[in-house]
T-cell receptor, first 113, second 115 residues
Framework: DTGVSQDPRHKITKRGQNVTFRCDPISEHNRLYWYRQTLGQGPEFLTYFQNEAQLEKSRLLSDRFSAERPKGSFSTLEIQRTEQGDSAMYLC???????????FGPGTRLTVL | AQSVTQPDIHITVSEGASLELRCNYSYGATPYLFWYVQSPGQGLQLLLKYFSGDTLVQGIKGFEAEFKRSQSSFNLRKPSVHWSDAAEYFCAVVPSSGGYQKVTFGTGTKLQVIP
């Protein structure tokens, strides 16, 4: 078990482009979370999956953002028509149904020029 | 709504000195409490957690934290800081009332260690 992995680790894009990030959780974990962390702030919750079902989305997740977890394993987070304000670290975490601890990946740092 | 306050944005300590990072939470019931550490450009590593029981919890890297219900606090301590402890520290809470666990983080305390 190598923990939660995220790809890419860094992404630089131009404003208006679409980007997609991938998260691979710990294999037996049913729950998967996405967070966004801007400079000088703590991570903020974006969305949550239990298996393949997306059960909650934060108001931070505008209609330009979409997340999927098609087979209840890996997840993708897509941002359409990126804006400079989307520049942040995007963190993925996973947990099992019976644990209260979330395990975090290394994050994807997005820079929108 | 639940919230987490870390009143110290930045703390500087000398190597070998003791450390205390403050955390206060606001929540209807006692939540589950966590401290995470984040090195520059890295993800979050769990230092310790409190669910119930003994209010003094031990974590990794020589850290401990004490839960004080009367003060709604969960302060992180270390008796002797090492240069490698320089990082950002986040206090976090999770509802203890079942369901999924959306983590609410504080804004973090950046620790600088000087020789």
């Amino acid at each position: 078990d190598t923990g939660v992995s995220q790809d890419p680790r860094h992404k630089i894009t131009k404003r208006g482009q679409n980007v997609t990030f991938r998260c691979d959780p710990i294999s037996e974990h049913n729950r998967l979370y996405w967070y966004r962390q801007t400079l000088g702030q703590g991570p903020e919750f974006l969305t949550y999956f239990q298996n393949e079902a997306q059960l909650e989305k934060s108001r931070l997740l505008s209609d330009r953002f979409s997340a999927e977890r098609p087979k209840g394993s890996f997840s993708t987070l897509e941002i359409q028509r990126t804006e400079q304000g989307d520049s942040a670290m995007y963190l993925c975490a996973s947990s099992s149904l019976w644990e209260n601890e979330q395990f975090f990946g290394p994050g994807t740092r997005l820079t929108v020029l | 709504a639940q919230s987490v306050t870390q009143p110290d944005i930045h703390i500087t300590v000398s190597e070998g000195a003791s450390l205390e990072l403050r955390c206060n939470y606001s929540y209807g019931a006692t939540p589950y409490l966590f401290w995470y550490v984040q090195s520059p450009g890295q993800g979050l590593q769990l230092l310790l957690k409190y669910f119930s029981g003994d209010t003094l919890v031990q974590g990794i890297k020589g850290f401990e934290a004490e839960f004080k219900r009367s003060q709604s606090s969960f302060n992180l301590r270390k008796p002797s800081v090492h240069w490698s402890d320089a990082a950002e520290y986040f206090c976090a809470v999770v509802p203890s009332s079942g369901g999924y666990q959306k983590v609410t983080f504080g804004t973090g305390t950046k620790l600088q260690v000087i020789p």
